[in-house]
């Protein structure tokens, strides 16, 4: 079983956008090749069309570990939500 975080935008600020989605897909590479992988077919481009960054975790751990850094830096500007991704 796999752990999605949907990462949403609530508040840009006075922060481009694209900056500021770059920035939360970096960090999942902090987190080596899982956060790389997870990451896959959400480009920046991508992202403002679905509303929300996706990146699949492997284990639970890892996507709460992903979701304090982000609460760390951009806590006032994004929302994470934790989802269970079941395997067919």
């Given amino acids: 079983m796999a ?3 949907r990462v949403y ?3 840009f600020g006075n922060l481009h956008k ?3 989605i770059g920035q939360l897909r970096r960090l999942a590479d902090e ?3 899982p956060g790389i992988v997870g990451k896959r077919n959400h480009t920046n481009q991508r992202i403002p069309s679905k509303g929300y960054l996706r990146i699949v975790w492997r284990t639970r751990e890892q996507a709460r570990r992903y979701q304090d850094a ?3 830096f951009w806590g ?3 929302s994470t939500k934790r989802f269970r991704v079941r395997n067919k």
Avoid: M, P
Wanted: charged residues 40%; negative net charge.
């Fill in 31 to 33: 987190f080596g090749f």
């Fill in 3 to 5: 752990f999605s975080v």
């Fill in 18 to 20: 694209d900056r500021l």
């Fill in 9 to 11: 935008f609530d508040d």
């Fill in 70 to 72: 982000v609460a760390e």
């Fill in 76 to 78: 006032d500007r994004v």
